[in-house]
């Protein structure tokens, strides 16, 4: 009788992928010096099952079947309770993700204690920091009255057998995973083989016991969570910390979520006393706003069920270089190039020897392609000199063709746009006689193509038109 003998695999500790051979670069991903031997038969769903085993069946069930909503654990935040769909779900595994020193560690010793003072058991545990460490960020914070129980370690089967004693916990938060190490896997801390282990063990745990599990990744130069991209399929969901260190407003966005939306969005300001949730977040966006300047559009968007008003701001200025500049902060690029080019070809505008720079002023990152016209009119008030009204609020889709498409939510726009008092709204036309929900305070002004943008608002620009004097809001009438 032959024994089979276990091969080594050879596993890139940045992506995941495995090969036969060691090799210095990761045909995968690129990376030089990641591969690391590992053996192919360690680990949890290695190859073990004995010969000739049968399975056990199991009943099937159909659609038909009844289904309740699933329990939710309010936290007491509502802006991590929005992002989340609702509170954390018994069971449930979280994953989060955020660049060094972004706040997740504070913004998640604040949800503990959120919760127990709510006399809820929650247990911390730390794998990067002491005890001490994570008691002084408590004393700062003010939160040391809060019941929570914590812990530094980083032995997964030591973890689990100490949930395991006393009252289950509600929530459980483990930072990070890539501290964790268990027994089953003869690895360092920190690859790929021992990252996913220890949060399958703990998926395990959390799935049999109900408990909620928070876990805090560490991210690449990119901004990807770190190690095997299989972890963000096995929890339940994805969140993503982002903000950038100049300002002090950071975002949680939910990148999957099998309970709830993963288009909503959380914005918090990092103060002294730890992160504040910002209920209002398009008086803050548009707080230092300069309403005499050009290059300036304001944009009614959209971050899940959130209407946002944020400001687009653009300089196009005549370039000395070859190859004019296209920078853009906060936006896609391959947008901006979109809509330059759509302008150049539909539009009029030549900005083949300008430089363009582009930026969402506020730190935050849109998505949506409804900031198309409004950041086409920033592009054509920079170039012009012209100056966009102040109570005015743009937001439409641009085709390749230069017309201007509708978006969704129109009347959430609208009533965001009218409660901070904007009074004008350039967008697309609706496709019936109003918008839904439309406020009567701001008055419509449809624009169906991109040369009608740009001839009104080259006819605000200084010294146009000298014989009669057009006030803004004649210009969009």
Known sequence: MFMV??????????????????????????????????QAAAGIGAANARAGSKGRPFRLEGLDGESREAPRIVSGIAEFDRVTGGGFVPGSVLLIGGEPGIGKSTLLIQTCAALARKKKRVVYISGEEAVAQVRMRAARLGLADAAVQLAAETHVEDILATLNQGERPALVVIDSIQTMFTDVVDSAPGTVTQVRASAQALIRFAKTLGTAIVLVGHVTKD????????????????????????????MLRAQKNRFGPTDEIGVFEMTGLGLSEVANPSA???????????????????????????????????????????????WDSQRLSMVLAVLEAHGGVRLGQHDVYLSIAGGLRI???????????????????????????????????GAVRPVIHTGLRLK??????????ILPPPPGEKPEDSPKEIRLRPSNHISKLVADIA???????????????????
């Open 5 to 38: 003998r276990s091969r080594p695999s050879f596993v890139c500790q940045n992506c995941g992928a495995v090969s036969q051979r060691w090799q210095g670069k990761c045909e995968a991903c690129g990376e030089w010096n990641t591969i690391v031997e590992e």
């Open 223 to 250: 901004g990807q969570v770190a190690g095997p991209r299989v972890v963000e399929h096995m929890v339940d969901a994805v969140l993503s910390f982002e903000g950038d260190g100049a300002h002090h407003f950071r």
């Open 284 to 330: 803050l966006f548009l707080a230092g706003r300069e309403a005499g300047a050009s290059g300036a559009a304001v944009l009614a968007g959209m971050e899940g069920s959130r209407p946002m008003l944020l400001e687009i701001q653009a300089l196009v200025t005549p370039t000395s270089l070859g190859t004019p500049r296209r920078a853009v902060v906060g």
């Open 367 to 401: 998505y949506e392609p409804a900031a198309d016209l409004a950041a086409a009119a920033a592009l054509v008030s920079s170039l012009t000199g012209a100056v966009l009204p102040a109570d005015c609020v743009f937001f439409g889709e641009i085709g390749l063709s």
């Open 416 to 425: 965001e746009a009218a409660k901070l008092g904007f009074r004008n709204a």
């Open 459 to 477: 006819s605000l620009a200084p010294g146009k038109n000298p014989q009669r004097e057009r006030t803004r809001d004649e210009a969009y009438s």
